[in-house]
């Protein structure tokens, strides 16, 4: 069995690390940080196999035109950062013009389709706690916005996900607190969420460390190599030999796999979250109204908003402004809660121009797994990411096709 390096110790590195230990590798997780506390930390914890809709799409371009002035908007793009950028969205925006959105969705959908299930395997009896099958509400302000939002809706049927057309006396049957601003939903049954992303990395973790795990807080820098091979992480605390690494390192993948001679575009889209007490009768699922772009979850520590997209690069400060904007958008939602926050966030998504993650082995390493550039359903992928990762590593045959998320697809 393998002394596997696992770079990363957010949702994705912990999903590969509990897979690859139970498979009876000896496995050492790098991070600078405590398990989850990157981007996993604060995500909106939906937890959607039907989330099979790329994030660019046909009409990315106008509807992008159309924000960008706007400081508040779902989509802000920080000018001083733009060239660094373009090649990036020049990419992001060919992925929603191809005909490849089809095969997109389908690719999702196969990594997103067992996602409660996996993860009850890695979280045993606190899966009941943190998992729930609450079904999830997409929601529309008006029957012309329903009309327009057809791919999402054609995507979904081509692909067998289940969900039913909701009116406004539905809607307010199933979530009183809202206000009533929506004329029509979509009511997706099998989707639901997690009501504390934190804590399900935080579970995984303390499970591989009571099976004899190490974590090690600290960077990975480099990689000593021979002969198309890894032999050793090099750290901060010195060089740590291995049979075998997994990165993991979410947004900062592209920066690491630099260092082994790769070239793969992931970009950071900045994301945030406002944490607010809950509304006095707690909406049961996440909710998503389509205009805002945020996600309403109820969490164990009250409700989180979170949503919008940043790109503004991995160094930048947080911008305070779009977190407390969101609690606002909410307010609109639930006219009686309080907006004052709790706390507020900000995340990076690792994303890639075609919203697919990078599975598998390094095109030019024998003993290098990728695993990263999982976007805007990180949570979701989490754990099939983490069987898929040890299927490969078993060279046994895989849970599902890793063939559209191969690194040398770019
Ligand atoms: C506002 C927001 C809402 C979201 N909502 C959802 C949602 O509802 N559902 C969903 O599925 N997804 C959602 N996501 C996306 C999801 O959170 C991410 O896709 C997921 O967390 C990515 O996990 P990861 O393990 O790849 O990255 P991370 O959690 O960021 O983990 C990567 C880790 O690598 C470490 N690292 C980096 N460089 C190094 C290095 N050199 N050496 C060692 N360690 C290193 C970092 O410190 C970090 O801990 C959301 C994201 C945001 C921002």
Redesign the pocket.
């Known amino acids: 069995m393998a002394n596997i390096a696992i ?7 912990a999903s590969c690390a509990a897979f690859l230990q139970r498979d009876g590798h000896s496995v050492t997780i ?4 405590p398990p ?5 930390f ?6 959607g196999p039907g989330s099979v809709v790329p994030l660019s799409t046909p009409g990315i371009v106008r509807q992008a035109a159309s924000w960008i002035t706007d400081p508040d908007s779902p989509l802000w793009i920080d000018w001083r950062y733009l060239p660094r950028a373009l090649p990036w969205l020049t990419r992001f925006i060919a992925a929603g013009a191809s005909p490849r959105i089809n095969g997109i969705a389908k690719a999702l959908r196969l990594l997103h389709a067992d996602s409660f299930e996996n993860y009850r395997k890695l979280l045993g009896i606190n899966a009941k706690s943190l998992l729930h099958v609450s079904g999830q509400l997409y929601l529309y302000e008006s029957d012309a916005a329903f009309a327009k939002d057809t791919l999402g809706q054609q995507l979904r049927a081509a692909l067998g996900i289940r969900s039913e057309i909701l009116g406004p006396d539905e809607v307010r049957q199933l979530e009183p607190s809202l206000g009533p601003r929506f004329s029509k939903a979509i009511y997706l049954p099998d989707s639901g969420h997690c009501s504390n992303p934190h804590r399900l990395v935080a579970t995984i973790a303390e499970d591989i460390a009571r099976n004899g795990g190490r974590f090690v807080r600290t ?3 480099d990689f000593e190599q021979h002969a198309g091979e890894v032999r050793a992480v090099v750290t901060d605390v010195g060089r740590m030999p291995c049979d075998m690494v997994v990165i ?5 993948s592209q920066r ?1 796999v630099g260092r082994l001679g790769l070239r793969i575009p992931i970009e950071s889209l900045r ?3 406002v944490m607010l007490p809950m509304p006095e009768t707690a909406p049961k699922r996440p909710l998503y109204p389509l205009a805002a772009k945020i ?1 309403m979850t109820p969490m164990e520590h009250g409700l989180r908003v ?2 919008t997209a940043e790109i503004a690069g991995l160094d930048a400060p947080m911008n305070e402004r779009r977190a407390s904007t969101l609690g606002k958008i909410a307010k609109r939602y639930f006219p009686s809660m309080t907006d004052e926050p709790i706390s507020i966030w900000m ?4 994303a890639t121009p075609d919203s697919l993650p990078v599975i598998g082995p390094s095109p030019q390493h024998r003993n290098v797994v990728l695993a ?1 550039g ?9 754990s099939t990411t983490g069987l898929l990762v040890s299927d490969l590593v078993a060279s046994r045959k895989p849970t599902i096709d890793p063939y559209p998320y191969r690194a040398n697809r770019f």
């Open positions: 770079v990363g110790a957010g949702v994705i590195g790098y991070d600078p940080l989850g506390e990157g981007c996993s604060g995500n909106a914890g939906s937890i960077s990975v820098k993991a390192a979410g947004a900062w690491l994301g945030y979250h996600m979170a949503g995340g990076h998504r690792p990263f999982h976007g805007q359903t990180g949570l979701i992928g989490g």
